[in-house]
């Protein structure tokens, strides 16, 4: 039986917006957490993204104790070798890159314990293909976040041909201690969420493009006729439109041209309106 304990030591590989908000999560749940960012700057940088957090849950009166008594409980490194060696879990959450993420999990293997569990939160990378960097492929399988994560009530468990059960039930009961669900898929481009979610932004950015309707006249027919939370170009400009450009080349690649990026995302991103990162997107954020 799936069991809900929070993991005694959690490492998260990369601290940007993703890898923050897991350490932030997890520490809350109880776990001491190891983030690694690189660089002096980087790491006081991720630490600050965790402080935050923090303090915005605490004003919200989200937390059972003291932000800074939950902030005690995260530690930065910058190395994946400065691991500790008997942590349970560890998220790998930098950028989409699937050479990057199979060396940083190649890394981390190294480092710590032959039971330590291995996750991926790509949000449409082959976890099957990242396992193959991996010499005990076994103790691997996709934990994919959504942003924010301290807020969302989602993760996706990503199991590939060669993970073990027991792998997957020790993620279960590791998202269960968050409060939050999980939905169990196979590997498979795109997983369930970002498969279908993608397909419907590229439907809505190819409805701007043709002229349809506007981006607010768009997300107010998808919020208000069927009940989402947000529209999917709001959603698209707080994944960011590099990253919903990336998945939709890869999904392109794999699944065909229901998938093809379309003209106004090449361009958009080619201007750098990423969306609220940058401040413009579909819409403007400043």
């Not at 940007?16 to 908000?21: E, K, L, S």
């Not at 690189?38 to 104790?65: H, I, P, Q």
């Not at 950015?205 to 939370?229: F, N, T, W």
């Amino acid at each position: 039986m799936t069991t809900s304990t929070a993991p005694a030591v959690v490492g998260v590989i990369g601290g940007g917006r993703m890898g923050a908000g897991i350490a932030q999560s997890y520490a809350t749940a109880g776990s001491i957490v190891t983030v690694v960012e690189n660089g002096a700057e980087a790491a006081a940088a991720a630490l600050d993204r965790v402080a935050t957090g923090l303090k915005r849950a605490a004003e919200r009166d989200r937390l059972d104790e003291p932000a800074g008594e939950i902030l005690a409980r995260v530690s930065i490194v910058q190395s994946v070798d400065a691991l500790p060696a008997e942590v349970d879990l560890v998220v790998e959450a930098v950028p989409e890159d699937s050479a990057l993420k199979a060396r940083v999990l190649a890394a981390a293997e190294q480092a710590v314990s032959a039971t330590t569990v291995l996750a991926s939160n790509t949000s449409s990378l082959s976890v099957t293909e990242l396992s193959a960097a991996l010499s005990r492929p076994g103790r691997f399988l996709g934990m994919h976040f959504f942003n924010p994560v301290p807020a969302s009530e989602l993760v996706e468990i990503v199991v590939a041909p060669g993970t073990d059960a027991a792998t997957t039930e020790a993620a279960l009961g590791w998202t269960r201690c968050l409060g939050k669900k999980d939905v169990v898929v196979k590997d498979s481009p795109g997983f369930a969420s970002s498969r279908l979610g993608v397909a419907l932004g590229l439907e809505a950015i190819r409805m701007v493009q043709e002229g349809v309707a506007e981006a607010e006249a768009i997300d107010d027919a998808m919020s208000l006729g069927y009940k989402h939370p947000m529209g999917p170009l709001r959603l698209t400009d707080l994944v960011g439109l590099d990253v919903r450009l990336a998945i939709a080349e890869h999904l392109h690649a794999t699944l065909g041209e229901r998938f093809a990026p379309p003209r106004l995302l090449r361009e958009k991103v080619a201007r750098g309106e990423l969306g609220r990162k940058t401040g413009q997107g579909f819409y403007t954020w400043r």
